[in-house]
């Protein structure tokens, strides 16, 4: 299912591109330093498995993949 990233909840699971390479991502932070640009601090993988952590920017109107 896609969602527009201005949409996107801490929590939530999707699937983007972070450490070169597209993974399952899971939202620890979401940070909007302007209308136009959502800066989202990721989980990478599973929701039980933190151990590594990344940066995504997404203009509000992506869509953005959700993860089951």
């Known amino acids: 299912m896609k969602i527009k990233a201005a949409n996107i909840l801490i929590g939530d699971r999707i699937i983007a591109y ?3 390479r597209m993974q399952v991502c899971t939202v620890k932070y979401i940070s909007t330093s302007d209308i136009t640009n959502i ?3 990721v989980f990478l993988g599973k929701r039980d498995c933190y151990s590594s952590s990344g940066i995504i920017w997404f203009k509000s109107e992506t869509l953005v993949d959700l993860a089951d």
């Open 18 to 20: 972070c450490k070169n």
């Open 39 to 41: 800066k989202l601090s």
